[in-house]
């Protein structure tokens, strides 16, 4: 089928829908050849510019292809405009993007040299750091060598010193004659008298019901030693044995005086002795001895850091 109307004695035109005869139409030839066209047009509408869905797209830009319209452009300058205002527009990107990559190379190297300043000055830090460290460990050095002098220093002071502990306390006592009646119950053959003492008192007792210390220094390292050693030699040492007014059964405590620093490293000494079950502690000359058994060897102790080898 055609999209022509062929009448009886004509054809009828594909756009203006016009019907010719017989004596307008073309001869028969031609006619046969018309009815084999899809779409015959007369000569007027022939002159026209075609109005198919082909030729309206093209008129408005767009291609059929298929279904689907696709714009194309009706001439060459079209395309020319498009590619100069698209370049215009990479250009100017472009322009925008160097400038951007010039700042922040520019960021970059401002950043890059803060960072190598700081790094100079990192080093010069960490290399105070060190010297200080190394100065911190001399001071601390010669700071524990003087603190050993002066513990030294203070014990040597206390060489002729002794310290009385669990006398009761007397009315109206003299502590001389306290002392006195000690190195009688103990028979000292040394006479012990005011000459022979520098200082000899009781200090208050912290304790509520505890009497204090009597604290006493000879002129001479003898008197110490000699009481020291006889009070050694007697176990279960009471005040009853020195036949005073006021007696009690409490051991009677005689002692080296400590300087401080010994004293607190004495009193670390004899807690790790408990725990660790020595049976010996004591002090000579203001030294401090461990003996952990009858068998084995003696231990002074002269600083903290010894207390870890018990």
Known sequence: MTNNKVAQNGI????????????????????ETIENVPKWRCGKCA???????????SANG???????????????NDVYNM???????????????????????????????????????LKQCFETIGSLKKENEELRRDIDAIKKKQTESDQRMRCNDLEIRGVPLQPNENVICILQSLAMA??????????????????????????GTIFVRFNHHAFKNDLLRRRCAVRGFCSRLMRLPVTSDET???NESLCPERRVLFKKANEIR???????????????????????????INCLADLDKL
């Open 186 to 211: 103990l028979r000292s053959l040394l006479l012990i008298d005011e000459h022979c003492i520098v200082f000899c008192y009781r200090a208050n007792s912290k304790e509520e019901g505890v009497p």
């Open 274 to 300: 408990k725990q660790k079950k020595y049976r010996y502690i004591w002090t000579r000359e203001g030294r401090i001895l461990v003996r952990q058994s009858d068998t084995c060897s003696v231990m002074a």
């Open 83 to 121: 590619f100069v205002e698209l370049k215009k527009d990479l250009k100017s990107f472009q322009s925008g993007l160097v400038e951007s990559i010039k700042k922040l190379q520019a960021r970059i190297e401002a950043n890059a040299e803060c960072f190598d300043e700081q790094n100079r000055k």
């Open 12 to 31: 009828t035109c594909s756009e203006c829908s016009q019907c010719y005869n017989g004596k307008n139409v073309p001869d028969s030839k031609n006619v």
């Open 47 to 57: 002159k026209k510019p075609l109005t198919s869905s082909n030729s309206i797209a």
């Open 62 to 76: 767009l291609k059929l292809n298929g279904k689907k319209p696709v714009r194309t452009y009706s001439n060459i």
């Open 252 to 254: 009677v405590f005689v």
